[in-house]
């Protein structure tokens, strides 16, 4: 059992992520919001008043505008010239570019087993991908946190609250802040 301490932050718990590594984030039927805390669905949260936080899957796919102008899912990890990306590449194009698009960051869209592009599948990235970074880059604060915001599995949003007032109504009173009375 995990130490419920290792993650004191408001709804957030301890995960294991693909590299065996613990990462707090938001629990099960929890949002993380643009300030990076974690709210609870079908509460007042940061909500106006007769609102509440719904929480909404979101399309987290990273897609690249192909030569055919069709949006196509980027695939990583890749390689070219023996390099490894993670994320969109901003160098080693698969040809040369215009000058309107010229410095775009790009990704292939379908792979050989070892990770390197099929022929000309590629595209360029839409500005919701992640772009690569070599080992020696600098990944500032702000970076990491927006990188979270991105990866976020879902959406949450303000919406109009069905039931009237949320201190009647909904069960979960941790996130909302009750007002005083005259």
């Known amino acids: 059992m995990f130490d419920p301490e290792a993650c004191p932050a408001l709804g957030e718990r301890l995960f294991v ?3 065996g590594l613990g990462v707090c984030d938001c629990d099960d039927g929890w949002g993380r919001w643009e300030d990076g ?3 609870q669905e079908f509460t007042r949260g940061f909500c106006d008043e007769n609102q509440i936080i719904r929480i909404q899957p979101k399309d987290s ?3 690249a505008k192909t030569l055919d ?3 196509r899912e980027c695939v990583f ?3 070219v010239k023996n390099k490894l990306y993670t994320g969109c590449a901003t160098e080693d194009w698969p040809m040369t570019l215009s000058e309107e698009v010229e ?3 790009w990704c292939p869209i379908l792979q ?3 990770k390197t592009m099929k022929d000309d599948n590629w595209g360029l990235c839409t500005e919701s991908c992640p772009v ?3 080992e020696n880059s600098f990944v500032y604060k702000d970076e990491i946190r927006k990188r979270k915001l991105l990866q976020s599995r879902y959406h949450i949003q303000c919406d109009d609250n069905p039931c009237g007032d949320p201190r009647i109504s909904l069960p979960h009173r941790s996130t909302w802040t009750e007002t005083e009375g005259p």
Request: proline share 12%; hydrophobic share 10%.
């Open 17 to 19: 992520d693909k590299h």
């Open 37 to 39: 805390r974690c709210y």
């Open 61 to 63: 796919s990273c897609k």
């Open 69 to 71: 102008n069709t949006f």
């Open 77 to 79: 990890p890749f390689v």
């Open 103 to 105: 410095g775009t960051p």
């Open 112 to 114: 050989h087993p070892n």
């Open 132 to 134: 690569s970074k070599d």
